[in-house]
């Protein structure tokens, strides 16, 4: 079982839709959870950070997390195609934060005008 | 406010040669990660300092790979006398003292020939 898993899509949607991403993981002691967005030939941006159970929401960006499933998902609301890229789930690794990042291998979204 | 510096931006070397990679944390900034995204891979954790200390290493390969953080200049990763499958992009990502979200470099893209 890989540490942290996402469906790698690609995940296709209409302009104006909502973007559903979802990311599993396996270190139940895992504290810290991130989503970066990768365009193709760029680095990683980081669009949200969640430490706590429940939802959170940045604009059109709503990252939802449930320690107990070891879920972690992000909505992107009103999806543009401008959104089309890589989303990348990220975990800090172990129980304590400890710099390391353990990565899912993305999944590709498409928003198709 | 700059952001997390790399150069170069992109560097070929032939096999057996050395390849020096530089990073430059975003001001305020003292913890520095480096990671590696081979060709239709994911990212991977390769290392993580702070200022004259390595603080985990366990991602870096054995041999010919070793990175530094000093008191004064950029981070270096230094790659001796490199093989094929070395070429890959090799990100540089920084956070401050008191925060667990890294911020990206534009990355530095080895390829070997």
């Known amino acids: 079982q890989k540490e942290v898993e996402q469906n790698s899509g690609p995940l296709s949607v209409p302009e104006g839709a909502i973007a559903s991403l979802n990311c599993t993981y396996s270190d139940r002691v895992s504290q810290s959870f991130f989503w970066y967005r990768q365009y193709s030939g760029k680095s990683p941006e980081l669009i949200m950070s969640i430490y706590s159970n429940g939802d959170k929401e940045d604009g059109r960006f709503t990252a939802q997390l449930n320690k107990a499933s070891q879920y972690v998902s992000l909505l992107i609301r009103d999806s543009q195609p401008s959104d089309s890229a890589t989303y990348l789930c990220a975990v800090n690794h172990g129980s304590s934060n400890t710099g390391k990042l353990i990565f899912g291998q993305g999944t590709t979204l498409q928003v198709k005008p | 406010n700059a952001g997390v510096m790399q150069n170069p931006r992109h560097l070929v070397r032939r096999r057996g040669q050395e390849a020096r990679l530089r990073c430059s944390p975003m001001?305020?900034?003292?913890?520095v990660y480096w990671y590696r995204q081979l060709p239709e891979e994911g990212l991977k954790f390769m290392v993580y300092?702070?200022?004259?200390?390595?603080?985990?290493e366990s991602g870096m390969p054995k041999e010919r790979f070793s990175a530094e953080f000093p008191k004064e200049g950029p981070s270096i990763l230094r790659i001796q006398q490199v093989v094929r499958g070395d070429s890959a992009a090799y990100f540089c990502a920084s956070s401050p003292p008191d925060g667990y979200e890294q911020y990206f470099g534009p990355g530095t893209r080895l390829t070997v020939t």
């Open positions: 300092l702070q200022k004259e200390n390595i603080i985990d």
């Open positions: 001001k305020g900034h003292s913890h």
